[in-house]
């Protein structure tokens, strides 16, 4: 069997690694809002943004950790579903990080970005979120790469359909439906927002202006702008059931889940469920449909992993180095087996190479 070129191996590492790198630069400052303000302290700002001065983070950084780390340990265990995992990771890091960039270059001593708010420095937060998108930009390159290599492998192999897994059809329509809910809620929420506060506000509310009380917060338009395309590619591979949808799904399950959870606990803590009955809305929907959609996709893949256990694998057939020949009238022999007349044998049908790449779902 052809196997893939070396290079592929290290492209593999490569991508696992920028991803957990990735995670470093939002754990870092999880961190250290938690150092610098207790854990019950950190937990106040991520369920209900309570808490006096600038901090770091918000409830959107947990999520975004979840998803990043998960991404990094797929790529480097070559599960799958990386790949799918992967492109969220790129493209929500890239989307939730280069507003923070334009934070820190439009912050200036005469007009502070945050006004007459302390904490972290801007400087040194945008300097990381900079970083971290250039990170993710080689992660999307490299992305690319291995795509092309995997193909150029499968093709060496003959197995231009071997390598593909596409999701289980109830789990690519419930992961699709899921999403298309959403993007109706994000779409008439930013709809109804525009119309609320006019176009100009709007789009200061979507450059981060007054966004709020941390320096990687983003606005709430922004993220259901940025939420609204990641949820119409999801329903997009999901309903034509890509390989890439399995990773998708799970990834944008991973970015949703846990700031809806920390918000929820918010609103009920402050007794303010009625009071929000729209956002609450969104959030269940976000939380409960997210953690339906990972259950089904871990029956999909334990029902896999059994049934390859259960599968015979069946071994070639030993050669006989002295095969029995009948003598012909002309003194030539004939071996037992599959030769054919012209010398010519035909392979055995467990000799049919078959190869299955744990990063398979990048292929669209």
Known sequence: MNRPRPPIKQVRTA??????????????????????????????????????????????????????????????????????????????????????????????????????????????????????VAAALVL????????????????????ADGGIVRPAKVTAAASGALVAVLNVFYITRNAVTAVQVGPSTLTDLLVGRGTGRSVLGVSSPWQWTVLTVLCGMGMLVAFRRRPVATGMSLGLALLMMPPAFSELWGYLVTETVAQTATDVTQNLLELVGSAAVVALILSDGLRDRQERRLTPIPHPRAEDPTPDTDPTPDGDSTPDGDSTPDGDSTPDADSTPEARSPLASTDA
Do not use: N
Request: charged fraction near 10%; charge should be negative; aromatic fraction near 10%.
């Open 140 to 159: 999307a390159v490299l992305l690319l790469l291995e795509r092309r290599l995997e193909a150029e492998a499968r093709a060496a192999a003959d197995l």
């Open 15 to 132: 991508v696992g690694l920028l991803s957990l790198l990735l995670f470093a630069q939002t754990a870092f400052w999880l961190v250290y809002d938690m150092a610098d303000r207790g854990p019950t302290g950190a937990w106040a700002l991520w369920s209900s943004a309570s808490g006096s001065g600038l901090a770091a983070t918000t409830s959107l950084d947990l999520g975004l950790a979840a998803l990043q780390l998960a991404a990094g340990w797929a790529a480097l265990a070559q599960l799958r579903g990386a790949g799918g995992l992967l492109v969220v990771s790129c493209a929500a890091t890239v989307a939730f990080r280069m507003p923070v960039v334009w934070y820190m270059f439009l912050d200036s001593p005469s007009d502070p970005w945050f006004g007459t708010l302390r904490g972290p420095s801007v400087t040194a937060v945008g300097t990381t979120c900079l970083l971290a």
